[in-house]
């Protein structure tokens, strides 16, 4: 059997992953294209081709950041799978993501709480949590019998994500000062199944 070929880097997606790259290194505001051409070993004529300008380039990198989030929610529709394996999953997929840009997704969610309308991509992130992530969820955990639809689930739900991005905006303070290391997969995960337990609890 031949080995699976692996996926061809395009030009476009280049240019994302190194504005990302910029963002979680720099800031959004040291972004230039000059530095992302010099990142993504590209052109400035192929930055203006693809998206004709810095703005433009820096909200499409955003929006990949949030595609990448929404995929994660596939893990719920795993049907192989029994519900509270397909809950971890998504879990673990969720803290994983939000971990592959750490810094850009704690600013994103610092500027999305302080400046709500001032950029695209932070109506579109409370958007999706409020008509897909926090629905979709809140469907699963119904219709899996994990959870009952009372008052109480949105909350749940509601606390759930705050826990799971809280230490994002903490960084590296979960190892200097509360001595856990969320950015270690072993302890994400003990962090995660914690989670599980105070979600599906039923007094």
């Known amino acids: 059997m031949e080995p699976d070929l692996e996926h061809k880097v ?3 997606e280049k240019i994302l992953h190194a504005t990302l790259e910029i963002i979680n290194n720099e800031g959004l505001e040291n972004v230039t294209i000059r530095k992302i051409t010099l990142a993504a070993q590209v052109n400035i004529a192929a930055v203006n081709y693809y998206f004709g300008s810095k703005e433009n380039v820096i909200n499409e990198a955003l929006k990949e950041l949030l595609d990448k989030l929404s995929r994660t929610f596939d893990q719920l529709e795993d049907g192989a799978l029994p519900p509270q394996e397909r809950l971890r999953n998504f879990l673990h997929s969720y ?4 971990l592959a840009y750490p810094d850009v997704f704690k600013n994103f969610l610092k500027q999305v709480i302080t400046h709500y309308n001032d950029h695209p991509s ?4 409370i958007k999706f949590m409020q008509t897909t992530g926090w629905r979709k969820l809140g469907s699963f955990l119904q219709e899996s019998g994990l959870l009952p639809n009372d008052q109480l689930l949105l909350m749940k739900i509601v606390q759930l994500f705050s826990a799971l ?3 994002l905006l903490l960084g590296v303070q979960t190892r ?3 001595e856990f290391d969320y950015y270690d997969q072993k302890y994400r995960y003990q962090y995660v199944e914690l989670l599980m337990q105070s979600l599906l609890h039923k007094p």
């Open 122 to 125: 932070h109506v579109d992130y």
């Open 176 to 178: 200097e000062v509360h």
């Open 165 to 167: 991005e809280f230490p």
């Open 95 to 98: 803290a994983d993501a939000t």
């Open 10 to 12: 395009t030009t476009r």
